[in-house]
């Protein structure tokens, strides 16, 4: 598996995939409780939203495992998982204390809220399909101090 | 599901998950093929990498369905899917014609490489544990143009 050069760079994660049983409750969690813009949706299979210069992709895994519909020609490979998956944003302290907040207005159980060792704060609850969805605040995998 | 005020904010993702049977296998393709420094690992449970800001943790799914090991005393929420997901990483032109060349030379098979309608190209491969990999540009998602 050696490569004939050094290795090319990645810049790092563009999307998060999740799966999801219902777009709409997944739509009114991410998009209208969590604030993330809808940047693309697709009856039936999939809705992605915007969070950062990151993508966060929920699709319908019966949908996913299909081949691409016959309008849509390009040659997306299908996948599609069952069960709880995990996803984790990034948030300052202060916006991990307005989110706990808002979880808890919205009446978002918290499932878990705890600091690492290193002193990073994470803050875990569930979307509506039972995914495990974490705030965390990035110093949690700061090269320092870790 | 109203907040009493402006929602907080979010830095996009800052972790994504996907589940392997082998983690031998995944650092192998993470670690070493893609390069990604290894940030954490757990023998039997997890390896995580660092790509960028982000992280992307590979988990085996059985042992993260449990509660955490009597030596971790974090209630670390329980998750773990199966089947295959998906998981995106950013790269520009030139790196992207690169991997394409590294994935070759490795024999790594590409599932598919294409331009969406903007003319971002994505090249798709699977890891070892079957999920689908994406190397896409980040101009996908550019909010102009798209």
């Given at each position: 598996m050696a490569a004939t050069q050094a290795a090319p760079s990645l810049d790092g994660v563009l999307e998060a995939a999740i799966y999801v049983d219902d777009l709409d409750a997944a739509e009114a969690f991410y998009?209208?409780?969590?604030?993330l813009p809808v940047v693309l949706r697709q009856a039936g299979r999939h809705v992605f939203f915007r969070a950062g210069s990151t993508i966060v992709l929920a699709f319908r895994a019966e949908a996913t495992r299909?081949?691409?519909?016959?309008?849509?020609?390009?040659?997306v490979p299908p996948h599609g998982a069952e069960g709880p998956g995990h996803l984790c944003f990034a948030a300052s302290g202060p916006d991990l204390d307005r989110w706990a907040e808002v979880l808890a207005v919205a009446g978002v159980a918290i499932e878990a809220d705890f600091r690492w060792p290193n002193g990073a704060r994470s803050v875990y609850v569930r979307d509506p399909a039972g995914n495990s969805v974490e705030f965390a605040e990035p110093k949690l995998w700061a090269t320092e101090g870790a």
């Open positions: 998009g209208g409780l969590l604030g299909e081949a691409p519909a016959a309008d849509n020609a390009l040659p």
